[in-house]
């Protein structure tokens, strides 16, 4: 089993499944969703072994295979994994079939083509985590937009059209750049080398300059504050929430956000650590204003989707803090902010879906005294709420605690602003929660609203598993986080000195 | 003087031949069948035009390794000829399975239909394998005649006739120029041909000298002209539109092919030693061609329309291979031309489908609901369109990433941040495709599908090269690259 194609067959797994969903002929729905499940729930058993079988204190790349792809280009398919990307892969695969249940009964047309696109772009996901070869991720980076793009189009709310293109068309900005990046940085190494690759790790090895750096990090960099979504790069990330189907929206939370600050700690970090250093006061400075206007406006959005889309935009800027902290706690908290984030924030839009199945309505102002119809409900959202302010004991303490300390150990006034985004977090989850589901029945409607089915207990009990294990013994994860953390902060240090070293010569005229 | 001696010609230059034989005599035969009788609804032409197909692209695959010169240059048979002779049959076979079905619906299915296909692919094999400027006209005449009898070929439709006639206008204009370039050129360097015009310029570079500019400037439009480059891409949209839609994929792929054969034989051999002067000028209009290209076709409703606009901004992507420059910008322009071939088809496959007997349904609302009723066309035609856009995992971006490599080796990191963002700005019109295929209902009677076993298979065979290139595409990356050193 040694050699095993692992993370392959992890990639191609679901896409396999996706095709044969795409063309089984004549099945049912029912067989369909059956079919879904058991594929995702397999996926999920095949992943495991990432969690036991990762070794944390061994460097480099593990699970890893390579093949050449275009040998003429110099491109392979390279796979490997370090603690990030398995955790990233793990969160991806755990959150797949919570999210193929709980379409069961909100998708009603084409189930067929919305399951075989869900499962194409978990596999389109794991491969972006997974791959070491930039062409390669380049293309799993670009082919997750088309199933995301439908899954919006197709299954979304009204305005749906508007918010597939928005989020094709500014994702697909950002990056074209990195790809011209990419060519830029293969046909430098090649010159220097004399070997054609789009390898990683030879990238991670090849000398640049700090004028050579700010260029290909500006490029980088715009690519995945996009996706984060940075302030002020964020206005499609409200359109796209609102408007995609509960499925779509919690994928997009929970992992395709998180390929941004990924982006970041893979590859525009340590490959760029002069600029991104020369950076940081920006960045940082994006993610405060991220923190605290994503949560102002969170507070005063009518519509319940909403709040939680800006409430990301808010939690994503204390990702960013904490890598850019750049200390081992400001990491680990950034890495475990992205993991807290995608159980929490995906948990949320799962709520909210829950709520609009049955009423077909989001605003805050059409409930009200929810709690007396739906205990069950009312309970798992304040569990859910409650990690997503942060409170001690759940899954969203631990990152926040971690990028304040981070943070704090860096420039104290950073912690202290945003620490007011985290008092501003109770602020608006509270206040929400106090109008939906306190004081009397204002509706005629929701007095006869029905609690969560059997079904939907299933789908809500992982996540409140996950929230209270993440929460109270996160040493595990941490685990496997802080090694490579670690090893991130140190190539960016060699490399910084790398550049420091390539000053002198860079004055004198070639 | 000389007593005229016929050319001696050993058994490789005829297998080399064969393709312009082939063409040659399946071309007459077809004409000649037109006196039998033949029932109402016959298959018989493009059956003929199918075997003349096959058998020209084996004769010359069959010697693919050698390299002749015959007739004093006036036919060149290399990597680059027999790269894109291949191109220009499968891109032939492809259109004629592609009308198989169509012309009959049409009414269109005269005799003709495919003779005149068979001369333009000869016409474009010729542009192609030829190293001497006077050929290199004859063959374009050859193919744009044809190609302005076909676009008219709907002789009822009043669209066709108005497109056939503009097409042939400014074509005739275009030809005009490139005429009086190759004249001048003659005038400036004592030859037309290709390898003699190199070695004249090495020794005396006449840069000074206006005939030498002037007939080169001029050479630009004419080859312009045909591949569609902006400013002299007027006659697109309207060919584009009237011309009967098989014909409209044929020549998206088989002119513009064509086109860029010519100029790039002249650019890399006659032309090679002056690169620097003429790259700032391919890249404006690069440039040029890209961004209006794109932008104007934003504003298209007309699916015609639109892919005519976008195959002006891939002239542009295509340009800029061609400003990189050597065997480099050569490889990735040929790698580009084949991928394009094959996903213009394809779309253009799709829409030749579309509508019922003689009506024409290729109106973007038309598509609407297409992806309810017709899943696999709408998927086929969904991954055409992400292919055009340069989407990953399709062909389209494979072509798109090694046309801007070779520009960012070459050092024109700006020409490819235009171009990227241009690519940007394309996959909004081609995601409006998908939109109304996925996304809107159908106003209005929904359209009828002409499925037709024929053009099935050159939709399954375009597709699967869109899909497996853009998987692996090491064997036509090294192809491409073979074949571009034949040049040297």
């Known amino acids: 089993m040694h050699d095993f194609p692992w993370l392959s067959w992890l990639v191609f ?100 083509e919305f399951y075989a696109l869900l499962l194409a772009l978990e596999a389109a996901m794991l491969g972006t985590f997974f791959s070491l070869d930039l062409l390669l991720f380049y293309v799993f980076w670009e082919a997750m937009l088309i199933p995301m793009y439908l899954l919006i189009g197709v299954w979304g709310g009204p305005r749906r059209v508007y918010a597939a293109i928005k989020f094709f068309l500014y994702t697909m900005a950002g990056s074209v750049l990195m790809l011209v990046a990419i060519l830029w940085l293969y046909f430098h190494n090649r010159a220097l080398t004399g070997v054609p690759t789009f390898a990683l790790d030879a990238f991670y090895a090849l000398p640049l300059t700090a004028a050579e750096q700010t260029w290909l990090f500006l490029a980088f960099a715009f690519a995945f504050a996009i996706k984060v979504p940075m302030f002020p790069f964020h206005t499609w990330l409200p359109d796209a929430h609102v408007e995609a189907p509960t499925a779509g929206s919690v994928i997009l939370a929970a992992v395709l956000l998180k390929m941004g600050t990924f982006g970041y700690l893979r590859f525009a970090m340590p490959l760029f650590p002069s600029a991104s250093a020369h950076f940081t006061p920006w960045i940082v400075g994006l993610a405060l204003v991220g923190i605290l206007y994503g949560a102002l406006v969170a507070m005063v959005q009518p519509d319940l989707k909403k709040l939680v889309a800006y409430s990301s935009v808010s939690h994503l800027g204390f990702c960013m803090l904490g890598l850019y902290a750049l200390n081992a706690q400001g990491m680990a908290g950034g890495m475990m902010t992205m993991l807290s984030h995608g159980v929490s924030t995906g948990a949320l839009f799962l709520l909210v879906g829950v709520l609009y199945e049955r009423r077909h309505t989001r605003m805050i102002a059409d409930f009200g005294g929810l709690w007396k119809p739906m205990p069950v409900y009312a309970s798992v959202f304040l569990v859910v709420m409650l990690s997503s302010i942060g409170l001690p004991g759940t899954n969203g303490f631990v990152g926040e605690f971690l990028v304040l300390l981070g943070a704090f150990r860096s420039n104290p006034l950073w912690a202290i602003i945003a620490a007011t985004g985290v008092i501003l977090s109770a602020v608006y989850m509270l206040w929400m929660f106090q109008r939906v589901f306190f004081g009397p029945v204002t509706h005629a409607e929701n007095e006869k609203l029905s609690d969560l089915s059997r079904r939907e207990r299933l789908v809500f009990a992982p996540l409140i598993l996950l929230i209270f294990w993440m929460g109270v013994y996160p040493q595990p994860i941490l685990d496997r986080a802080q090694p490579t953390l670690d090893r991130t902060v140190a190539l960016c240090k060699a490399r910084i000195q790398m550049s420091a070293r390539m000053a002198p010569a860079e004055e004198n005229p070639r | 003087m000389m007593p005229f001696q016929p050319p001696a010609l050993i058994a490789v230059d005829w297998w080399a031949l064969g393709a312009v034989i082939a063409l040659s005599a399946g071309m007459m035969l077809l004409l000649l069948l037109e006196f039998l009788p033949s029932r109402p609804g016959s298959s018989r032409g493009a059956i003929v035009a199918l075997l003349t197909l096959a058998a020209a692209a084996l004769s010359v695959f069959r010697v693919r390794d050698a390299k002749r010169s015959l007739f004093e240059g006036m036919f060149v048979h290399d990597g680059f000829t027999v790269f894109f002779t291949l191109l220009f049959c499968a891109v032939a076979a492809v259109a004629v399975l592609q009308s198989w079905d169509y012309v009959k619906r049409t009414r269109i299915n005269h005799g003709e239909y495919y003779a005149l296909l068979l001369s333009a692919t000869l016409g474009m094999i010729l542009m192609a394998a030829s190293s001497d400027l006077i050929t290199i006209f004859l063959g374009l005449e050859l193919m744009s005649l044809a190609l302005y009898v076909l676009v008219g070929f709907r002789r009822a439709r009043l669209d066709s006739s108005e497109a056939a006639l503009k097409y042939f206008l400014l074509g005739a204009f275009a030809s005009g120029f490139l005429l009086y370039g190759i004249a001048l050129l003659y005038g400036a360097t004592g030859t037309t041909n290709l390898g003699r015009m190199a070695v004249f310029l090495a020794d005396s570079p006449l840069l000074g000298n206006p005939m030498l500019v002037m007939g080169g400037l001029l050479l630009l439009v004419g080859f312009g002209f045909k591949v569609a480059a902006v400013p002299f891409h007027m006659w697109t949209p309207d060919a584009y539109q009237g011309a009967p839609t098989t014909v409209t994929g044929f020549m998206s792929a088989g002119a513009k092919a064509a086109g860029f054969a010519a100029l790039l034989r002249v650019v890399i051999v006659a032309l090679g030693g002056l690169q620097d002067e003429w790259r700032p000028l391919l890249s404006w209009i690069a440039i040029l061609t890209m961004t209006v290209g794109n932008v104007t076709a934003l504003l298209q409703t007309n699916m015609k329309r639109m892919l005519a606009y976008s195959s002006i901004a891939h002239a542009g992507y295509l340009l800029v291979a061609v400003a990189a420059g050597g065997l480099d910008g050569g490889s990735a322009a040929l790698f580009y031309l084949a991928v394009y071939s094959v996903m213009n088809l394809g779309a253009f496959g799709v829409l030749a489908l579309l509508g019922r007997e003689q009506e024409e349904r290729v109106l973007l609302s038309d598509l609407a609901g297409l992806g309810v009723r017709h899943p696999a066309l709408a998927a086929a035609m969904t991954l055409f369109m992400l292919s055009l856009g340069g989407i990953p995992p399709t062909a389209g971006f494979m072509g798109k990433v090694y046309v801007f490599s070779v520009a960012v080796k070459a050092g024109l990191v700006p020409l490819v941040i235009v171009g990227v963002l241009n690519s940007v700005v394309a996959i909004f019109y081609y995601l409006r495709v998908t939109v109304a295929m996925y996304m809107e209902e159908p106003q209005g009677e929904p359209v009828e599908v002409a499925w037709a076993a024929p053009a099935v298979i050159a939709a399954i065979a375009t597709l699967a090269l869109t899909i497996w290139w853009g998987i692996q595409a090491h064997d036509l990356l090294e192809q491409a690259q073979r074949s571009i050193f034949g040049l040297l």
């Open chain 1, 13 to 112: 797994f679901p896409l396999l499944s996706a095709a044969l969903i795409a063309v089984l002929p004549g099945a049912s729905g029912r067989a369909i969703r059956w079919l879904a499940t058991a594929a995702s729930v397999a996926e999920l058993a095949f992943s495991l072994p990432l969690w036991w079988r990762y070794q944390p204190a061994q460097p480099g790349w593990q699970f890893a295979e390579q093949k050449p792809w275009l040998p003429g280009l110099g491109a392979s398919y390279h796979l490997g994994a370090d603690g990030v990307a398995v955790l990233l892969a793990l969160l991806t695969t755990v959150l797949t079939p919570i999210v193929i249940v709980s379409a069961w009964s909100a998708v009603e047309k084409r189930e067929r």
